[in-house]
């Protein structure tokens, strides 16, 4: 059975790769913590009640299973806080209905706003009007483009993601002895910058190989999306070697394509890390042979983090005396091998 999402959270602060930076503008709520806080082993645990605050919550609809994820892990961090009140605030089909739900939630002058935006760039101006209103801002996985607009950004690794799954299949490949090989990729939205990140990451790790991908189709996150670009990318290529696929929500209608294809001369490496999918590789029965990490449970580190700021508090693990300004997760590679350790993580 797959564990809850708190159980994600406490899984994920150890994997992350934490950066600091220099002074931060007055509504960062980094007041300097009182000496208990700051002595190491004798520091108050952060986990212990403080100032009961109040977290704005937004993301967009629960249309893809990673998505949901991100709001189920919310909702659950946020209530193992006894002082700690959530108020969400419905993100609307686009960005535009986005940044007007936000600018309600702006006027409530909540402590904190944590928010995974539709685009980052299109709700890149809320963060500056929320930060100069003295509104510390947790910008979730879509980065907003301006260091200003934001007092934490935390994200997955999407140039790493696609880095990983690039290394996967150039190793593999590499030690089948397989010249010249055929290589697919399956994107996905490839208006969102995290989209172009991990092709990015891709190509450039194939390059390390000397190989290069055959055929590139962009899809939009979704089944059918990836069914119907899957059959495309299949019929361009007669035979391949490889397959990437960005997203393991997708991946459900590509490997729905290959199946109707009875294609199996490839293996493919999923992205994101689904329930489903480590499953799928756990049981070594279809093409699908790793994935690579981008875990939903940023969401309840994003809640901890931002109760900790409002709170005026830092992580009591670190010298520093303010929770960082970025927070970047690292991109895993999960196989058959390492698959039963990944379950916990899955959504």
């Known amino acids: 059975m797959k564990p809850g999402p708190i159980n994600r959270r406490r899984i994920l602060l150890g994997g992350a790769i934490l950066t600091t930076t220099a002074a931060l503008a007055a509504c960062t709520g980094n007041d300097t913590p ?75 002058k909540p402590d904190v706003i944590v928010v995974l935006p539709h685009d980052g760039k299109e709700l890149n101006s809320f963060g500056l009007e929320a930060m100069k209103a003295d509104i510390p801002v947790v910008n979730l996985d879509r980065a907003f483009p301006d260091a200003l607009a934001y007092r934490l950004q935390i994200k ?73 670009e899957a059959t495309n990318l299949l019929n361009a290529l007669p035979t391949m070697d490889a ?33 489903a999918a480590i499953q799928t590789i756990q049981a070594d029965n279809s093409v699908l042979k790793a994935s690579v990490t981008y875990s939903p449970s940023m969401a309840s580190s994003a809640i901890a983090l931002a109760r900790l700021i409002a709170q005026g508090r830092g992580m009591s693990d670190l010298v520093e005396l303010a929770v960082p300004k970025e927070i970047v997760l690292a991109s895993e590679t999960i196989t058959k091998d390492n698959a039963a350790g990944y379950l916990p993580l899955g959504f």
């Open 243 to 275: 397959l990437w696929n960005h997203d393991d929500d997708q991946g459900i209608g590509v490997l729905a394509a290959i199946s109707q294809a009875s294609r199996g001369e490839f293996f493919m490496v999923g992205g994101a890390g689904s329930t």
């Open 156 to 228: 997955g690794d999407n140039y790493g993601m696609g880095a990983a799954a690039g290394h996967y299949i150039g190793t593999r490949l590499t030690a089948a002895g397989t010249a010249s090989p055929i290589i697919g990729e399956i994107a996905g939205i490839d208006s969102l910058e995290l989209t172009q990140e991990r092709s990015r990451g891709f190509k450039e790790a194939l390059a390390v190989y000397g190989f290069s991908v055959a055929n590139r189709r962009a899809a939009e996150f979704t089944a059918d999306s990836g069914q119907r």
């Open 34 to 108: 009182s000496s208990a806080q700051t002595k190491g082993g004798d520091a108050v645990p952060n986990s212990s009640p403080g100032k009961a605050v109040t977290i704005g919550f937004s993301a967009p609809a629960a249309d893809h299973g990673w998505i949901a994820a991100i709001t189920g892990n919310a909702r659950a961090q946020a209530a193992t806080f006894s002082d700690v009140t959530l108020k969400t605030v419905e993100a609307g089909a686009d960005a535009a209905a986005q940044r007007a739900a936000l600018a309600t939630l702006v006027s409530q």
